[in-house]
């Protein structure tokens, strides 16, 4: 089955720079690989996703990239502020099962002021 | 719009007792997941509905574990008799299940302790 490995586990930076995390995923057949962010004692919240037919995709100051070669997309969150520190996960859709999602083991950001 | 509700936000009880998780998914979504998220094992998908069938439970962990939906505004996890290595988050996710739309909305998790 498909597999979404994430990197770092865990992540911290200084306000103002900025914050890279990668995954990997296994299933070529995969199209959709959204980023989920969650602050404590919250759900994850969509923050971006991206196609299998783009290889970037911004939203202010956060962008994603995709690499369909190599099987990999990674977050760039740029002038990180400390109301970005929450955990961050990656997902990849497997559409031979319907939508479900597989998620990464997630990375936990802090921005230190 | 409501977002995804689930109730109760917090569920402390003994093992043993049957305990029932709820979820209203966003409105005109048709398409609902159950996640259990836990230190150990992450984020992981139970079951999840579409049209109010459910597809794919092959997450669900044993027999003590059900799932329905009745109807597309309210779907139950229930747990039978629990244990306490069934403490964890539970969250209620829905999408809109139309093709091409694979945005899914979490709701803000039960958080679960059997003693």
Redesign the interface.
């Known amino acids: 089955g498909e597999n979404v490995e994430q990197h770092p586990s865990t992540l911290s930076v200084q306000e103002g720079d900025s914050a890279v995390i990668k995954c990997t995923y296994s299933d070529s057949a995969s199209n959709?690989f959204?980023w989920?962010k969650q602050e404590l004692g919250?759900?994850?919240?969509?923050i971006i996703?991206i196609r299998s037919n783009v290889g970037e995709k911004k939203d202010q100051r956060i962008a994603v990239t995709l690499n369909k070669t190599a099987k990999h997309f990674s977050l760039h969150i740029t002038e990180t502020q400390p109301e970005d520190s929450a955990v961050y996960?990656c997902a990849a859709?497997l559409p031979e099962?319907?939508?479900?999602?597989?998620?990464?083991?997630?990375t936990i950001l802090r921005v230190k002021s | 719009d409501a977002g995804v509700i689930q109730s109760p936000r917090h569920e402390v009880t003994e093992m043993g007792q049957e305990v029932t998780l709820r979820c209203k998914p966003i409105s005109g979504h048709n398409s609902l997941f159950w996640y259990r998220q836990t230190m150990m094992r992450g984020l992981e998908l139970l079951i999840y509905f579409n049209n109010n069938v459910p597809i794919d439970d092959s997450g669900m962990p044993e027999d003590r574990f059900s799932a329905k939906m009745p109807n597309a505004s309210f779907s139950t996890l229930k747990i039978q008799p629990s244990e306490p290595r069934d403490s964890a988050v539970y969250f209620c996710a829905s999408q809109a299940g139309d093709a091409g739309k694979y945005e899914q909305y979490f709701g803000p998790g039960t958080r679960l302790t059997v003693t």
């Open positions: 959709y959204p989920y919250k759900g994850p919240q969509l996703d996960f859709l099962y319907g939508n479900k999602l597989v998620f990464g083991a997630g």
